[in-house]
């Protein structure tokens, strides 16, 4: 089992940098991929980042890209992001979530354990 517990959320300005992070429990954290998801009140959640295992390979939204950053830290059990150029549509409640497959994803339904959520609220 694994347990996952998201932090760092807040309210920010736009254009503002917010980081977030995801401690893990479970000595398996470091051969599991990684994600990152979120949901805005009356919408669905939706993915925006994703890492594998050994962090080589990432993946992202297009609407996040260059923007957000998704890394890994095995030796803390940790899995963070870091969000610049905020905009008040990355509002939303961010998830973290893990599978017990290495490699990225960007489906939710493909993800075995998810965190309570950090909720972020960026205003104009």
């Known amino acids: 089992q694994v347990q996952l517990v998201e932090s760092g959320g807040g309210l920010v300005q736009a254009g503002d940098s917010l980081r977030l992070s995801c401690a893990a429990s479970?000595?398996?954290?470091?051969?599991?991929?990684m994600g990152w998801f979120r949901q805005a009140p009356g919408k669905e959640r939706e993915f925006v980042a994703t890492?594998?295992?050994?962090?080589?390979?990432?993946d992202y939204k297009d609407s996040v890209k260059g923007r957000f950053t998704i890394s890994r830290d095995n030796a803390k059990n940790t899995l963070y992001l870091l969000m610049s150029s905020l905009k008040p549509e990355d509002t939303a409640m961010y998830y973290c979530?893990?599978?017990?497959?290495?490699?990225?994803?960007?489906?939710?339904?493909?993800?075995?354990?998810w965190g309570q959520g950090t909720q972020v609220t960026v205003s104009s």
């Open positions: 979530a893990a599978r017990r497959v290495s490699r990225t994803e960007t489906v939710a339904n493909a993800y075995d354990y």
């Open positions: 479970g000595r398996t954290f470091s051969s599991f991929a």
């Open positions: 890492i594998n295992w050994i962090g080589s390979s990432t």
